[in-house]
């Protein structure tokens, strides 16, 4: 196991600027890593930046992540929601750059109505381009699988590998795991071993050092649910101890511990991160 602590923290809200609010919130329920939308997470407009609070979280020297909206398929057949989910992801890296962000989140999207080969063959054409657009100190493009609704791209962490292989193994590109997801789309990391058996098979499918991000999310819904559906942390299905092991496992060593968990106070978000570094400060020494 290795020693190398990951931070703690949470999405948070950015009323009154990305930084005053956001950096705010982050002190109120200790979080050591943050996750910000930059605009409407379930809308197309584009928000401008405040250069002031960009400069503030840049400058501020905790980890900060972009979710993007929840809109975004670049695997869509309707040509109007690939133009606007491809210029979303270009604002989300963006804006991620702005304020120093190491990654930004995009879920993985869905063929819709036509084949998996047709929408993997789109994401390569499509999406790869805007990868190569990154600059070399800007953000990764996160990969964050779904929870295995009908015609998603990548749920299990398997799936992974081929979306790598569209995007030709960027260097840009890495994963975001939200233990929820993963859940939801049968990977049982209840089981003895689950939560090794899982991060192994998402390095073996994407290679080392690409996993960048934890959502940490409990489940209300039993394992292989396809439903996504977060509850706090040991509140729900997955309980406490699969945490535990995810901090134990090599391959999420220093890899931050973000909360999209219930509540719109601090305190049950404050308790959430107060758990997971219970569980991370209280592992066996190696």
């Not at 020693?3 to 329920?29: C, D, F, N, R």
């Not at 400058?59 to 210029?87: C, M, Q, R, W």
């Not at 003895?192 to 209300?220: F, W």
Request: net charge negative; glycine share 10%; aromatic share 4%.
């Amino acid at each position: 196991m290795s020693t190398v602590h990951s931070p703690v923290g949470g999405h948070v809200p950015v009323a009154g600027g990305l930084a005053t609010g956001g950096l705010k919130y982050a002190e109120q329920i200790g979080a050591e890593a943050i996750q910000v939308f930059v605009s409407n997470p379930r809308g197309w407009a584009q928000a401008a930046g405040r250069p002031e609070e960009d400069a503030r979280l840049r400058d501020s020297g905790v980890p900060v992540f972009v979710h993007a909206n929840y809109l975004i398929n670049p695997g869509s057949p309707n040509a109007e929601t690939l133009e606007k989910s491809l210029a979303s992801i270009r604002h989300a890296l963006q804006r991620g750059h702005a304020i120093g962000a190491g990654g930004v989140v995009i879920h993985t999207g869905s063929s819709v109505t036509w084949s998996y080969e047709e929408a993997m063959r789109q994401v390569h054409e499509h999406l790869l381009p805007v990868v190569a657009e990154i600059p070399e100190d800007g953000p990764q493009l996160l990969l964050e699988p779904m929870a295995g609704q009908a015609n998603m791209l990548c749920a299990t962490v398997q799936q992974l590998g081929p979306y790598f292989e569209a995007l030709e193994h960027h260097p840009k590109v890495g994963v975001c795991l939200d233990t929820c997801h993963a859940w939801a789309a049968g990977h049982d990391l209840t089981a003895s071993g689950g939560v090794k058996a899982t991060v192994d098979a998402l390095v073996e499918a994407v290679g080392p050092d690409r996993l960048k991000l934890i959502h940490a999310n409990d489940s209300k819904d039993p394992c292989g649910s396809g439903r996504d559906r977060h509850e706090n942390i040991g509140a729900g299905a997955i309980g406490e101890a699969p945490f535990a092991d995810l901090f134990r496992h090599p391959a999420v060593a220093g890899v931050p511990f973000i909360i999209e968990t219930p509540g719109r106070a601090p305190e049950p978000h404050r308790k959430d991160v107060e758990t997971l570094k219970r569980l991370r400060d209280n592992l066996p020494a190696s």
